[in-house]
Structure formats: structure tokens, C-alpha cells
T-cell receptor, first 113, second 114 residues
Framework: GENVEQHPSTLSVQEGDSAVIKCTYSDSASNYFPWYKQELGKRPQLIIDIRSNVGEKKDQRIAVTLNKTAKHFSLHITETQPEDSAVYFCAARYGGATNKLIFGTGTLLAVQP | EAEVAQSPRYKITEKSQAVAFWCDPISGHATLYWYRQILGQGPELLVQFQDESVVDDSQLPKDRFSAERLKGVDSTLKIQPAELGDSAMYLC????????????FGNGTRLTVT
């Protein structure tokens, strides 16, 4: 079916540590994988995205890796800061006749000072 | 930076009443989405428009929900009659061309049905 599994559901790290969130998808035709950050009471905002022709993408302290064979992708945040605390959602574009963006269930990241 | 506009921000209504939400996407964005987000969960797609046409409404409870984007610009989502289980955040988003381009979300409408 059309779903994206996301783990863990909650993640607590110390400031300065790294955080990793993993997602899996089921459609081998999926070709676009964005990550959104949602702070409490605010709109989801795109922080990074990756397309299926690329295995890794970095933007300062954030990186995303994609393993098309295993159908999973991960968000890596290095040198975490308290302002990184938020809920993070992965998503995958299901293609073909479906052609829609399916979101994961979210990960609540807490960065302890 | 251009933003997706939504109104109202908050809506409290009694069950069996009708409610309507409005969304104005970023200018030039052909694709408009309505997502429902229940607290603690990821956004769930209700309806997706390409210009004025519905391209996906498979998860829209059509017996009570309706959505339109008559001129291919702004959109309205309506619920009639509202049920207790409809309490959620309703997020509108737009993208330049389909879900393979970045989605930009509005601030959402928080609906509480009593």
C-alpha cells in the first residue's frame, strides 16, 4: 500500500550529538524524498530534499542519504542545537497513476542543552 | 518570501454544523493540496488539484467533505455536517508543478468540533 514508515517516533539527544531518522517506502517508482521540520504550532517547512538519481545530499549540518535498492532514506543532523528540537517528517512521492506525496508519521526530536 | 495564505486560523464548531476553510496558494503554483493532520501524526492528503481539476481525492470523505478550486487559484474546503472526529489541523499547500516539486504549507486551520 501507499505508506511511509518512519523511525524512531521520539528521539532525545544531547546538544552537540548527532541525530538520525530513518524512513522506508514501498513504491520502487518513487523518485522524490523531502524532509519537513514542524515546530510546535507552526507550519511544516522543507529543510532538505533528495531525488532518486542522487545517493546523498548535504546542506550545512543536515544531510540525507538514499538507498534505492533497500527503499529507505535517512536524515542526519550533526552538531545538534536546542533550536533543532521539533517534529521531523519524511515524505515520498509515489509516482505513476498515484502521483502524490505520502508523509511518514513523524519523529519528535528533543535536543537537551 | 511568498507564502500560502489560509483562513481562519482557528475554528470551533458544534457537530452537525457546516464549516469552510479557505486557501490562497503561492502565485503561479499549479498544484494545490489539502492535508489533514491529527495531533501526533503526519499530514494525510485529502485532495490534490492540478489547476482547477481534482487529480486525487481518494481519501476525501465525500459524503461530508467537498473541495473546489474554481478558477485554478484559491480553494475552499467544506465540511457538512461536521463530526467530532473531524477535529484536526487542516493544512493547505501548493507547489509549482506536482508533488515532485517542493510543497509550501500554509499555517493551517485548527478545527475543533464540540
Amino acid at each position: 500500500g501507499e505508506n511511509v514508515e518512519q523511525h524512531p517516533s521520539t528521539l532525545s539527544v544531547q546538544e552537540g550529538d548527532s541525530a538520525v531518522i530513518k524512513c522506508t517506502y514501498s513504491d520502487s517508482a518513487s523518485n522524490y524524498f523531502p524532509w519537513y521540520k514542524q515546530e510546535l504550532g507552526k507550519r511544516p517547512q522543507l529543510i532538505i530534499d533528495i531525488r532518486s538519481n542522487v545517493g546523498e545530499k548535504k546542506d550545512q549540518r543536515i544531510a540525507v542519504t538514499l538507498n534505492k535498492t533497500a527503499k529507505h532514506f535517512s536524515l542526519h543532523i550533526t552538531e545538534t542545537q536546542p533550536e533543532d528540537s521539533a517534529v521531523y517528517f519524511c515524505a515520498a512521492r509515489y509516482g505513476g497513476a498515484t502521483n502524490k506525496l505520502i508523509f511518514g508519521t513523524g519523529t519528535l526530536l528533543a535536543v537537551q542543552p | 518570501e511568498a507564502e500560502v495564505a489560509q483562513s481562519p486560523r482557528y475554528k470551533i464548531t458544534e457537530k452537525s454544523q457546516a464549516v469552510a476553510f479557505w486557501c490562497d496558494p503561492i502565485s503561479g503554483h499549479a498544484t494545490l493540496y489539502w492535508y489533514r493532520q491529527i495531533l501526533g501524526q503526519g499530514p494525510e492528503l485529502l485532495v490534490q488539484f492540478q489547476d482547477e481539476s481534482v487529480v486525487d481525492d481518494s481519501q476525501l470523505p465525500k459524503d461530508r467533505f467537498s473541495a473546489e478550486r474554481l478558477k485554478g487559484v484559491d480553494s475552499t474546503l467544506k465540511i457538512q455536517p461536521a463530526e467530532l472526529g473531524d477535529s484536526a489541523m487542516y493544512l493547505c499547500a501548493s507547489s509549482l508543478q506536482g508533488p515532485a516539486s517542493p510543497l509550501h504549507f500554509g499555517n493551517g486551520t485548527r478545527l475543533t468540533v464540540t
